[in-house]
């Protein structure tokens, strides 16, 4: 199964992926490539931080399952390849979701928003963004929630880490009880569609 975290930057999906992780042991989280400089402070391994000519060769190779372009900088998701019994999670941008809802309908979105644009705007400076950042990723960030919300099978406010993760890892549950008998137990918040599990298929994005 996959599962998708998108929304504005500033919402915490990084946290909050990494916290889903810790508590599942049967989520795989994707890491992207990128061609943003890594941050002052950032983990090496935040990201697979490369060249623009590395990434486009690799998008031409197919190797990507989404990318997209975002202020400037490019993003991917390499085709997942989850250790067998995995499911995947991507943490990813309104585009990308996009593209995985177009190519694998079955896919849980998750809209991950910040509970108010003060605590958004803090949440990015804190990483070490820009004014000029923080002020172009809150413009952003109105436009992917209207569209996110259309695309969405469930939306969580981030108002607290173990909250938030909580309310996560109970869609993520009530979608694998879905797929194994029929009829979810949990929330009432996500998309009804049976979630098929098993193997990606190899099929690549042509990206945007
Ligand atoms: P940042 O530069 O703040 O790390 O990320 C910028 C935006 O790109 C965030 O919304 C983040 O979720 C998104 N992003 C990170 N990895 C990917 C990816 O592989 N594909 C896409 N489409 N977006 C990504």
């Known amino acids: 199964m996959i599962f ?7 919402a915490g999906k990084g946290t909050i992926a990494a916290k889903l992780v810790e508590i599942d042991p049967r989520l795989w989280l994707s890491r992207s490539w990128t061609t943003r400089a ?31 372009e975002f202020l400037g900088n490019l993003y991917g998701t390499p085709v997942p390849r989850p250790p067998e019994g995995f499911d995947v999670l991507l943490e990813i941008d309104l ?65 607290g ?12 549950d009530s979608c694998r009880s879905t797929a194994r008998t029929g009829s979810g137990t949990a929330g009432g918040t996500v998309g009804g569609e049976d979630q098929a599990s098993g193997a990606l298929p190899d099929d690549v994005s042509e990206g945007s």
């Open 4 to 10: 998708v975290l998108f929304g504005p930057g500033g």
């Open 38 to 68: 890594q941050r002052p402070g950032e983990p090496a391994d935040a990201y697979c931080f490369v060249d623009r000519a590395t990434f486009e060769e690799h998008v031409r190779a197919g190797e990507f399952f989404e990318w997209a």
């Open 95 to 159: 585009q990308g979701a996009q593209q995985v809802r177009s190519k694998r309908p079955d896919a849980t979105l998750i809209l991950l928003l910040p509970p108010n644009s003060e605590i958004q705007a803090e949440r990015l400076r804190s990483r070490g963004d820009s004014e000029d950042h923080v002020a172009k990723r809150l413009e952003a960030g109105f436009e992917e929630e209207r569209i996110g919300r259309q695309i969405a099978d469930a939306v969580v406010v981030n108002d």
């Open 161 to 172: 880490l173990m909250r938030a993760a909580a309310e996560v890892a109970g869609i993520v």
